[in-house]
């Protein structure tokens, strides 16, 4: 994708202070250079952002002094211009100007981040086909993608530049989220996959889920099945134990056994309810106890009337001497009044005791009778419960078999109950074995596809690095990139096919970073790759060679200046051979001398952080 950064602008916080702009060029490898600590590496956080970084990056001593940043490039054609306000308290500014076309003189906000960012996607390649390959009833593709994801591929930062296991900073830009993206974007940048074969290949990986999900659905099915079968034969095999069923019965099918124990349950529970042993006896009992308790009052009476009889017999025989008294000795009792009062009276209580034993008392109950007849009612009750006892002896086992029907109701209507099967969509599984088998070719028509970009991204790495003499030791070794550790390999020619563990210095891992970024960019060139800008920013390749006090090590030299003239035979082979255009932006602590004695032409100076030059001017910087 054509780009061209042409200027990064600040605007100060000092309003007495005219804005600082930084100009490069097209088709150059555009270097500022300087010493340590002048801002240098702070070019590419303004770039990052001033294209809606959500982190700030950018040190705090230049916050302080700095209003506005801005950024003014071409991109497919079009100038475009983003200043955005500087951080504020550590976080970053939703205040926006975008225009296309150059600079304002004082920048105010204009608009809304979320507008200008989809205007970049669309820039980018970004569109609703590539967000939603089989349409937006699909949905979009698991990762969401941004044109900010494609930033990966032009900055070589001087957290990874000498570093063995790392060539894309995805820590810089925030590494959860990038590591993610670098997995999903590789292959759609070096050619492999577009986004549609990316949403197959992800949507492959949902259909699979989803049919394991119903194959697991129809497993346990199948196992509910067998468990309701294993239980339904177990009752017919109780209801046999406790003689509901002849042992000898067969069955030929499940349902013909699930209907014969509904059978079982519904007619031996009949001849349950209908049976009237068990009442009849109850029945006799109550009545029996009944009869007993008028058989005590029978008794209890008699009791009662002889011993009244008894007591007037002795009365009469208490009063006998009273009456030979009255004759015998009549003549001798003392004559008076009150003696002739209490004899007659006793007499007369005598008369009266003999004329009521005289008499024959008849009972107010037919109590003989009764008691007889009550009699004859126990024994025949009696008897007939001794014939009913006999009986439920006989039917005690009988009894059990209702016990044990109970059971066997229960434990059927829970078998039932539990035969419950989630239903399958058979329409869907359908549908979903046909957009696997529609789906599963893409990812094996890729294979051939794949074999060929790789190889192709392969030769452009290789080419890069053939051109190196810093390196003699790896001379004739064969680069290869391993896109699943997403690292470069190097491979020694005509021996086994393992690659080096360990290529030593850091100056060596910095040469092959190069080659891995040209060859990237030089092979996405090639295939005309539409989301990945034609620019590279590379930050200080001279870091091996240098100290904290920037002393310049004694063979060093000539390495550097090796990196310098790959990257300047680079533009050379894009501009002339290729007949493109690619811009790098670098940042170094090596002097101007380096390109300009050794006639880099495609080097430009964009400026010199030195003797208290920097980012931010002295006279600002200070004040």
Not at 459 to 480: H, M, V
């Amino acid at each position: 994708m054509k780009f061209i950064l042409h200027e990064i602008k600040l605007w100060f916080k000092d309003e007495n202070q005219e804005p600082k702009s930084y100009h490069f060029l097209a088709d150059k490898v555009n270097v500022i250079t300087g010493d340590a600590t002048t801002g240098k590496t702070s070019f590419w956080s303004i770039i990052d952002y001033c294209l809606f970084s959500g982190k700030v990056k950018v040190a705090n001593t230049i916050n302080d002094k700095v209003l506005w940043f801005g950024i003014r490039f071409e991109i497919n054609g079009k100038e475009i211009s983003i200043v955005r306000k500087t951080p504020a308290n550590g976080a970053v500014s939703s205040e926006v100007y975008f225009t296309y076309g150059g600079f304002p003189e004082e920048p105010e906000e204009n608009e809304e981040i979320a507008e200008i960012r989809a205007i970049l996607d669309k820039e980018f390649g970004i569109t609703d086909a590539l967000r939603f390959p089989y349409g937006k009833g699909l949905g979009k593709t698991s990762f969401n993608i941004s044109f900010r994801h494609f930033l990966l591929f032009n900055s070589l930062t001087e957290n990874v530049i000498g570093v063995a296991e790392t060539y894309f900073d995805t820590t810089f830009y925030g590494k959860d989220e990038y590591d993610k993206a670098l997995s999903h974007i590789f292959d759609l940048v070096i050619g492999v996959n577009d986004m549609e074969n990316i949403k197959a290949v992800e949507r492959l990986q949902e259909i699979d889920a989803e049919l394991k999900k119903i194959q697991s659905q129809v497993k346990g099915n199948e196992n509910k099945t067998k468990q309701f079968e294993s239980q339904i034969f177990g009752l017919i095999e109780r209801c046999k134990q406790f003689k509901f069923l002849e042992y000898s019965d067969t069955f030929d099918s499940l349902d013909q056994a699930i209907t014969t124990i509904e059978e079982i349950v519904s007619n031996t529970k009949q001849i349950a309810t209908n049976s009237t042993l068990f009442d009849e006896i109850n029945s006799l009992y109550k009545s029996k106890s009944e009869i007993q308790a008028q058989l005590n009052a029978i008794h209890q009476y008699q009791r009662e009337y002889d011993s009244y009889r008894r007591n007037l017999n002795k009365s009469a025989d208490s009063l006998q001497p009273i009456e030979y008294l009255n004759q015998k000795l009549a003549d001798q009792l003392v004559d008076s009044y009150e003696t002739k009062i209490f004899v007659e009276s006793l007499e007369s209580s005598l008369k009266s005791i003999k004329t009521h034993l005289s008499k024959k008392v008849e009972e107010p109950l037919k109590v003989a009778g009764d008691s007889k007849e009550f009699k004859l009612q126990l024994q025949e009750i009696d008897k007939r419960i001794t014939q009913l006892n006999e009986i439920k002896r006989n039917h005690h086992e009988e009894g059990q078999r209702f016990f044990e029907l109970g059971k066997i109701e229960l434990m059927f209507e829970q078998i039932l109950m539990g035969n419950k099967h989630k239903p399958i969509d058979s329409v869907n599984l359908n549908s979903l074995n046909e957009e696997r088998e529609r789906l599963e070719k893409v990812p094996q028509d890729n294979k051939q596809i794949k074999y060929l970009m790789k190889s192709q991204l392969d030769e452009s790495i290789q080419r890069n690095y053939d051109q190196l003499s810093s390196l003699p030791a790896y001379k004739d070794y064969k680069t290869i990139f391993d896109e699943n550790e997403m690292v470069l390999k190097l491979y020694p020619q005509g021996q086994l096919p393992f690659p080096l563990d360990n290529v030593g210095s850091k100056s060596n891992y910095m040469f092959m970073h190069l080659c891995v970024y040209l060859g990237l960019h030089e092979h996405m060139i090639n295939i005309e790759q539409e989301h990945v800008p034609q620019f590279l920013f590379i930050d200080q390749p001279s870091i091996p060679y240098y100290t904290g006090d920037n002393e310049k090590g004694n063979d060093d030299k000539t390495k550097l200046i090796d990196a310098f003239t790959l990257l300047n035979s680079f533009i050379d082979y894009i501009t002339k051979e290729k007949s493109n255009h690619f811009q790098i932006l670098m940042v170094e602590h090596a002097p101007k001398e380096y390109w300009l004695d050794n006639n880099l032409s495609n080097f430009h100076t964009v400026d010199e952080f030195n003797n208290g030059n920097g980012l931010i001017p002295s006279d600002i910087y200070n004040n």
